[in-house]
């Protein structure tokens, strides 16, 4: 079955400590994302790629960093200087990226801090 | 900023009635859009789209209406059943980034 698999599904992450979140697809879609989602409030974009080695800041990027060395991965590495990593990760990928194109999505996520 | 919210955050219909989830909009320039369906624990899942040349779009037991005059997205959905217990919310974008509405939680009373 095609589709987006993130993996873990919990994680925690202890001070002072970097963690990544994988995120793979085999859409064979050239865009994906990362969003952010708490309680009360809709996603928020952290970084996005509209193609490989490519990658660009979104709305709330700080304290998070990313890479795109092959189309079907994205791996998010939340690092200790995200003073408030708790929440719900979710990935997301698009045929393309700016075009109009649903965005759909991986499971998520969640992070908590031990 | 965007500004994407649900006029209603909370919403309980009983199983085999009509529910209409409500949205609004602040950016005129928006031209395409987007309901999502998320159940607990779960990522969201693409209901339906529409863009911002039509005025409504069906699905299977779902219909999206388009207000572009007033900045206002709907859902309907025909004959709520228990599996559409969930968060529902709304997408939109002007062509360079999704804003996402915060949501409205559906219970469905068997």
């Known amino acids: 079955d095609g589709g987006i698999t993130q993996s873990p599904k919990y994680l925690f992450r202890k001070e002072g400590q970097n963690v990544t979140l994988s995120c793979e697809q085999n859409?064979?879609?050239?865009?994906m994302y990362w969003y952010r989602q708490d309680p009360g409030q809709g996603l928020r974009l952290i970084y996005y790629?509209?193609?490989?080695?490519?990658?660009q800041k979104g709305d709330i990027a700080e304290g998070y960093s990313v890479s795109r060395e092959k189309k079907e991965s994205f791996p998010l590495t939340v690092t200790s200087a995200q003073k408030n990593p708790t929440a719900f990760y979710l990935c997301a990928s698009s045929i393309a990226g700016g075009n109009n194109q649903p965005q759909h999505f991986g499971d998520g996520t969640r992070l908590s801090i031990l | 900023g965007e500004s994407v919210g649900l006029h209603l955050p909370t919403l309980s219909v009983q199983e085999g009635d009509n529910s209409i989830i409500n949205c609004a909009y602040s950016?005129?320039?928006?031209?395409?859009f987007i309901w999502y369906k998320q159940e607990s624990g779960k990522g969201p899942q693409f209901i339906i789209d529409i863009r911002s040349n039509m005025d409504k779009r069906q699905g299977q037991r779902v219909t999206v209406l388009l207000n572009k005059t007033v900045k206002h997205l709907s859902l309907q959905i025909a004959a709520t059943q228990p599996g559409d217990s969930a968060v529902y919310f709304c997408a939109e974008t002007p062509g360079n980034q999704f804003y996402f509405g915060t949501g409205t939680s559906l219970t469905v009373i068997p």
């Open positions: 950016n005129s320039a928006s031209d395409y």
């Open positions: 859409l064979n879609h050239d865009a």
């Open positions: 790629s509209q193609i490989v080695n490519d990658f």
